[in-house]
């Protein structure tokens, strides 16, 4: 070795990190850390099975799959509710949806949301200069004091809740607006035109603030039913109008790494693309698939909470890796405060966990001892390593335990024969309860932060 040429980033090179992963995770003394920038793609109500990597059939998803060979799968990978606002709710804030009294979904006709006093993934990386973006559906909340630009976000742009949440479907709703900043620009805007509308946001976004950090979270509206897809894609996939659907998304995604990479930016850059539910599979072929997930939309078994998720971060994320250890969107407050430098908020419990380990090591661990599934009305179920317990609707029934690495459809409740891990989970979740109770037994729990 020609120890005259063999420069710092050839030792690192070594070691398998680059110099901005080593400046990143703090080992760099000569220069002060790097600070990555955050896409964040968050798309609504796709299922477990609607990406291409993950098993879709009927239609192509080539920049994804991209991104999975060029980052990591995470298989195991949770939201904090199978429902659109407690989702969002725990995404931003990092805790479970009740910690921060969104349980259920927020209408055009109420008057609350998430309160402005909640630290979102936006405010704590405002600490560190970040320039903070929310471009797509909201739903935390339609009144000005509960928007985006009230909640740590420098700008936003889409729509404040469903789009399906429109004059047609109820005359009580108003017409549907899409907002810029605090103001609405048009209402009943032409949904077919809101993806690409998004994108080309997100792509101005980035490009202005490219010479600083910055964090982009892109919400789409889609596949929410009413689906609606721009001419360019109609028409274009094997499964009808919600093929055609996330093949845009698809793209999507591709014109953001695309950016990135045009801007030279890949390598200061998490690019993280997740949905915020499982499918609402009553709508059939306009609905998706959580194969071989149980159920989808609005149920706590693994096709309601459980979701695609793919991160890519050339050269700190290793390409073409698989985690399979159990993380979730409410990981990511904590993950994005750790790599951004900032420090959590020490006034309050924050549930998620950093996992930038499981990032950049695959035969790192989960930080979760265990991962709770909350409904609208209770407690629903628990995880805890391979062994998930389901509580039953009734006081009476018992529960049921499944091993989800041998029956990963929910299938065999093997209850009978593991009553030690029955009553270890059942302990996880009575500790629970009495932190953050039990909504339909009535129990409010302690550690709940009021509207």
């Avoid at 009740?98 to 405002?126: Q, W």
């Avoid at 982009?216 to 028409?235: N, Q, R, W």
């Avoid at 979760?368 to 009734?394: C, E, P, Q, T």
């Amino acid at each position: 070795m020609n120890t005259n040429n063999y420069t710092r980033r050839d030792f690192l090179k070594t070691v398998g990190l680059t110099v901005t992963t080593a400046a990143v995770l703090g080992c760099s003394k000569e220069a002060s850390p790097v600070k990555p920038n955050f896409v964040l793609i968050f798309t609504d109500d796709q299922g477990y099975a609607d990406v291409g990597c993950f098993g879709a059939e009927g239609f192509e998803t080539p920049n994804l799959d991209r991104m999975a060979e060029e980052g990591m799968k995470f298989t195991d990978f949770y939201v904090g509710a199978s429902i659109c606002s407690p989702s969002r709710a725990a995404l931003l804030t990092g805790c479970y949806p009740p910690r921060v009294s969104i349980i259920r979904v927020l209408f055009p006709t109420d008057r609350s949301g998430l309160n402005p006093d909640e630290d979102t993934i936006a405010d704590v990386l405002k600490t560190r200069g970040y320039a903070t973006a929310c471009i797509g559906k909201w739903h935390l909340g339609h009144l000005p004091k509960f928007l985006p630009t009230q909640q740590g976000f420098d700008y936003y742009f889409g729509l404040p809740y469903s789009n399906d949440m429109r004059p047609e479907q109820s005359k009580k709703y108003p017409p549907l607006p899409l907002i810029e900043g605090q103001e609405p620009i048009e209402l009943d805007p032409d949904q077919s035109q809101l993806t690409r509308r998004y994108t080309e946001k997100a792509v101005a976004f980035i490009k202005q603030n490219k010479d600083k950090p910055f964090f982009v979270y892109l919400p789409h509206t889609m596949p929410h039913i009413p689906l609606y897809v721009s001419e360019k894609f109609a028409g274009k996939s094997k499964k009808g109008i919600y093929g055609d659907v996330i093949e845009e998304l698809d793209w999507s995604a591709g014109k953001i790494l695309n950016t990135l990479k045009e801007l030279g930016l890949d390598e200061r850059t998490l690019v993280i693309f997740t949905s915020d539910n499982g499918p609402w599979l009553s709508k059939k072929e306009h609905g998706g698939s959580a194969k071989p997930l149980r159920d989808g939309k609005f149920s706590s078994y693994e096709g309601g909470l459980r979701v695609p998720c793919i991160m890519r971060w050339p050269g700190t994320i290793p390409a073409g890796a698989v985690c399979s250890e159990i993380s979730a969107t409410i990981d990511l407050l904590p993950t994005f405060a750790k790599l951004a430098g900032a420090k959590l908020p020490a006034d309050r419990i924050i549930d998620g966990r950093d996992i930038s380990a499981l990032m950049t090591n695959v035969n790192a661990k989960t930080p979760h001892k265990a991962f709770y599934y909350y409904g609208v009305k209770k407690l629903d179920a628990v995880r805890s390593g391979d062994w998930k317990l389901v509580f039953a609707n009734s006081k009476v029934d018992p529960p049921a335990l499944y091993n989800l690495k041998d029956d990963i459809s929910e299938q065999h409740d093997v209850s009978a024969n593991h009553p030690d891990v029955v009553e270890k989970l059942s302990k996880l979740a009575d500790s629970m309860r009495q932190d953050l109770g039990d909504i339909r037994r009535g129990i409010p729990g302690r550690n709940i932060r009021p509207l």
